[in-house]
């Protein structure tokens, strides 16, 4: 979810639900050590509870950007041994770290050692031609050894040659059962499941065998669904805002946004373009929402325009 799942992003997906746990997008250890902090760490008192999402391979790096997690307020620390990117292959992290289970058992204990919170890892059921499900057993184990207790396993593998990013995403196949056989082997430990979940009948199904489903792309692009999720998996009560009230919200942020840290709303705006999927002129509300030639118009006045009949838009 990298350039998608930014601090606006989550506040956005925030107003929909009360208790999802909110990932971020995954930063580099390279860009905490080296760049702007603050830039890369801030996020909305908000966004709790939210977990930091770290990409790195050197154990004293991890640690050292665990702990500014820690500090800055983050509720989790992830380490990334999922994404297949040639770019994250070339800094040595990402997918390719399953091939060296000990060095992710290394760099786990190391973040496990200085910070207090909860130290988990999100990985795929293999890499490459190996299918074995051997393969993802024991890396799963070698890491729990080291102190995590939590995994998100995305259920493909991931082809480190030959396919994009997008195509690790569609044409391995997904194998929920060895997600399944996971928890069935490792009882103690704590499993969430992603990768091609999309409807609520699903989330149900694998609750049943697992302690949590991660739901990535279909939440972005159908971001309304959210909306029911405190009532259908948390107990909670339903959701109590409306689609114009998030959106009216949303324009309030824009505004701190832009008072606060010279936010431009379209960057923001990006976020909620699925906002009304499905609904009777969606299509033209993006579109108004996508105008960048609207970009010195108030937030208020861009909604405004978008909720105008067409008939009585100039």
Same mark, same amino acid.
């Given at each position: 979810?990298?350039?998608?799942?930014?601090?606006?992003?989550?506040?956005?997906?925030?107003?929909?639900?009360?208790?999802?746990?909110?990932?971020?997008?995954?930063?580099?250890?390279?860009? @905490?050590?080296?760049?702007?902090?603050?830039?890369?760490?801030?996020? #909305?008192?908000?966004?709790?509870?939210?977990?930091?999402q770290l990409g790195g391979s050197?154990?004293?790096? @991890?640690?050292?950007?665990?702990?500014?997690?820690?500090?800055?307020?983050?509720d989790e620390i992830n380490l990334n041994c999922g994404c297949p990117s040639e770019r994250v292959q070339r800094g040595a992290f990402g997918a390719c770290l399953m091939a060296e289970p000990q060095l992710v058992a290394d760099c786990v204990k190391a973040m496990v050692d200085v910070a207090s919170v909860p130290v988990t890892v999100k990985h795929r059921i293999g890499i490459d031609k190996i299918?074995?499900?051997?393969?993802?057993?024991?890396?799963?184990?070698?890491?729990?050894?080291?102190?995590?207790?939590?995994?998100?396993?995305?259920?493909? #593998?991931?082809?480190?040659?030959? @396919?994009?990013?997008? /195509? #690790?995403?569609?044409?391995?196949?997904?194998?929920?059962?060895?997600v399944h056989r996971l928890k069935h082997d490792f009882p103690e430990l704590s499993f969430s499941i992603n990768g091609g979940i999309s409807a609520n009948a699903q989330v149900h199904e694998h609750l049943r065998l697992l302690d949590g489903v991660m739901v990535g792309r279909?939440?972005?692009?159908?971001?309304?669904?959210?909306?029911?999720?405190?009532?259908?998996?948390?107990?909670?009560?339903? /959701?109590?805002?409306?689609?114009e009230e998030v959106e009216s919200l949303m324009c309030d942020y824009m505004v701190r946004e832009a008072a606060e840290h010279g936010t /431009?709303?379209?960057?923001?705006?990006?976020?909620?373009?699925?906002?009304?999927?499905? @609904?009777?002129?969606?299509?033209?509300?993006? /579109?108004?929402w996508s105008d960048h030639r609207l970009k010195t118009r108030s937030p208020r006045e861009v909604m405004a325009l978008a909720h105008e009949p067409v008939a009585q838009v100039a």
């Open positions: 979810m990298m350039d998608w799942t930014d601090r606006h992003c989550r506040y956005f997906h925030r107003l929909m639900s009360r208790h999802a746990l909110l990932y971020t997008e995954m930063v580099t250890t390279g860009a @905490l050590v080296h760049g702007d902090v603050p830039r890369h760490l801030r996020f #909305n008192a908000e966004e709790h509870p939210v977990a930091l050197e154990p004293a790096d @991890l640690a050292h950007c665990a702990k500014l997690g820690e500090e800055w307020g983050y299918e074995s499900y051997e393969f993802v057993r024991d890396f799963v184990g070698t890491v729990s050894e080291a102190g995590c207790g939590t995994f998100i396993v995305h259920a493909r #593998n991931a082809w480190l040659k030959g @396919l994009s990013p997008k /195509q #690790n995403r569609e044409i391995p196949p997904l194998r929920y059962e060895l279909e939440a972005y692009h159908n971001p309304w669904w959210l909306a029911e999720w405190d009532a259908e998996f948390f107990g909670a009560g339903p /959701q109590p805002l409306t689609r /431009q709303w379209s960057s923001i705006a990006r976020h909620m373009l699925g906002l009304r999927n499905g @609904l009777p002129g969606a299509r033209r509300w993006r /579109q108004v």
